[in-house]
């Protein structure tokens, strides 16, 4: 939608939140101003902003290494933004558990990408060195949570009014131009 709307090139790369959770997955404790299924009222403000009028606040917090090697495996094909986009409609909106490989392969095919190919992948580990490498790229870069950003020469994570999006996009265009 911004890299449209700005004639931007928008890259996106794998980052881990949570390393350390469980390949189950856990339940996700409910922060301060939430309530169970809904977002905090100031993620509420950013998302309706950003025209995500479905999202909430699942219960679960996955394991997403699965679903970042997905990614990686779906971008042969040209998928990789579908897949992703797929992946957090299922996650934000609906509440799936997008680190179990039977709600994985359903999203998957749903993008018409073979499963077994990608079963195969999953279980050699064959995009896991590059999904760590985008993770250790975020932490060279300082990232500590995500949704993180690079737009033009500002780094920034979190939620974010869209109004901060277009400024930053405006002010890299300008920047793009005066090369």
Do not use: C
């Not at 959770?21 to 299924?37: S, V």
């Not at 309706?48 to 679903?67: C, F, Q, W, Y």
């Amino acid at each position: 939608m911004l890299g449209e709307e700005y004639d931007l090139e928008v890259t996106s790369k794998a980052y881990l939140l949570r390393p350390d959770t469980p390949a189950e997955g856990k339940e996700r404790p409910l922060r301060p101003g939430e309530a169970p299924g809904q977002l905090s009222p100031h993620l509420q403000e950013n998302a309706l902003d950003a025209g995500l009028i479905h999202m909430r606040r699942p219960n679960r917090t996955p394991n997403s290494l699965k679903p970042l090697q997905a990614i990686q495996h779906a971008e042969q094909f040209h998928k990789g933004n579908e897949l992703r986009d797929a992946l957090y409609v299922a996650y934000w909106e609906e509440g799936e558990d997008i680190g179990q490989l039977p709600v994985l392969q359903e999203i998957v095919e749903a993008q018409g990408i073979e499963w077994e190919p990608l079963a195969e992948a999953l279980a050699e580990s064959k995009y896991l060195n590059a999904v760590l490498s985008e993770y250790q790229q975020g932490l060279d870069f300082g990232f500590d949570g995500i949704p993180a950003f690079i737009i033009g020469d500002v780094k920034f994570t979190g939620a974010q009014p869209m109004e901060i999006f277009r400024q930053l996009a405006a002010r890299a265009q300008g920047m793009l131009g005066a090369d």
